[in-house]
């Protein structure tokens, strides 16, 4: 028998392999054929606003330089002369006409083009093909602001490839007619934890809350957290293709966001809501709060409200990119008490941050024990206790309490690591549900 990933990791059942968060071999496939082929979020658009912009950001382990050209169109290179290999830019963000490599003196335009050689003519005898030689570009588009790159030229256009998840990503990106904004400024730290442990936590992991944030809200720092019930009326969602909801979704009218102590967040997002409804339909206009999910494969938002990237260093280790996202028309004071709320609780000094990253520390240190990996992940939580409905597109829907969207992010996990191509890897389908 084949041994494939889809057997290995045995998603559906929920039981799944700890190799998966140790081995050397399978991290380095997981560069090629997880990250080398989706479509990942290298930036936002007001990173890079003007023309002649550019910020640094990573696609895996490769640095990339995303630019906004000349012209006003958004790029995605490899930060990497294509003389020696030195990278073009040491920056991590500016505006610039073009990238001077500091070993040579090879200079490359925002639009990627080779526009400078020293010595073309004495010592190239002008046969260098230049236009040959320009920067390697990823393909590059962008959904309501975010900006997404992809080395794979046969993956499906950005729009088919999020799928269902545009839905829910159009509550925090689309809510109002100005569209977000990145704060200036981001955190960036290292920790030893596989990536995954950080991307399935926000895309399906209600129930650590209880435990792991429990301090929060017995300190009172945070709300009440829920009993531990079934109601079919707070859910997750998997959204198809490995994306995955993960919180937001009561149902209910929860105006006021939890965690803000600005009495004047809760006055804007009333103001808002008859936008919102208007903007994105009765459903989503219920909630002013961004929810919470996951990308597949290494992109998260929180409603605390942050944006953030896993960035893979390793089996053990992951770089994480954090940053504070908000309206961009929303007033300064609204702003501000965002970014306060978002420091407080993520971030490398953020209380629930670093709850949360013992633990992936400790999940990961046990799948480098021997012994320990011969004992498979138990995610079987809610196991055949799915189900979708006429309102809430995606996959499936699971309990508040439920391993769904887990069971959901590893069996697409599983998917890309042993198909050949994207020929071989159809995406889910979409649901047929309108606002
Ligand atoms: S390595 Fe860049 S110019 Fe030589
Ligand atoms: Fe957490």
């Known amino acids: 028998m084949v041994s494939t990933f889809e057997s290995k990791v045995n998603a559906k059942a929920g039981v799944v392999t700890r190799n998966i968060f140790y081995d050397k071999e399978i991290y380095q496939q997981e560069l090629e054929q997880v990250f080398g082929r989706s479509w990942l979020v290298v930036g936002h658009e007001s990173q890079i606003a003007k023309p002649n912009d550019f910020v640094a950001n990573y696609m895996g382990e490769d640095p990339v330089l995303v630019t906004r050209d000349s012209k006003g169109k958004l790029h995605t290179f490899l930060n990497m002369c294509r003389h020696r290999g030195n990278r073009i830019c040491r920056a991590d963000a500016g505006n610039a006409p073009s990238f001077m490599c500091t070993y040579h003196g090879w200079t490359f335009a925002t639009d990627g083009k080779l526009v400078g050689v020293p010595g073309y003519k004495e010592a190239y005898f002008e046969e260098l093909d230049r236009a040959q030689w320009g920067l390697v570009e990823a393909r590059t588009d962008s959904y309501k602001g975010l900006i997404f790159a992809n080395w794979d030229h046969e993956a499906p256009v950005l729009v088919d490839y999020l799928g269902d998840a545009a839905w829910y990503m159009d509550l925090w990106l689309d809510r109002t007619a100005g569209g977000t904004e990145i704060l200036a400024g981001m955190h960036r730290w290292v920790m030893n934890f596989n990536w995954k442990f950080g991307s399935d936590n926000f895309g399906g992991d209600n129930y650590h809350t209880l435990v792991t944030h429990g301090s929060m809200s017995a300190s009172g720092m945070s709300a009440p957290r829920r009993p531990l019930q079934l109601e079919k009326t707070n859910f997750i969602i998997a959204a198809g293709n490995g994306h995955c909801v993960l919180g937001g979704y009561s149902g209910e009218e929860k ?3 939890q965690g803000f102590n600005e009495p004047a967040v809760a006055k804007y997002l009333n103001d808002i809501s008859g936008e919102l409804t208007q903007r994105l339909g009765k459903i989503r206009g219920k909630q002013a709060n961004m929810g919470i999910g996951t990308l597949f494969p290494n992109f998260t938002w929180h409603s605390s409200p942050t944006i953030r990237l896993w960035h893979p260093r390793g089996p053990w280790s992951t770089e994480v990119w954090s940053y504070c996202m908000v309206d ?3 007033p300064e004071i609204v702003k501000q008490a965002m970014k306060n709320s978002y420091i407080q609780r993520f971030g490398p000094a953020g209380n629930m941050e670093q709850d949360d990253a013992n633990n992936w520390m400790d999940s990961t240190r ?30 499936s829907l699971g309990y508040s309490w439920s391993e769904s969207n887990w069971r959901h992010f590893y069996g697409w996990w599983a998917k890309m690591m042993d198909a050949p191509s994207w020929k071989q890897l159809p995406l889910d389908k979409r649901s047929n549900i309108t606002p």
């Open 328 to 330: 961009k028309n929303a």
């Open 255 to 257: 105006r006021l966001q």
């Open 366 to 395: 046990s799948a480098k024990s021997l012994t320990a990996r011969k004992y498979p992940l138990n995610m079987t939580m809610g196991v055949g206790h799915e189900w979708t409905n006429e309102t809430h597109p995606g996959q």
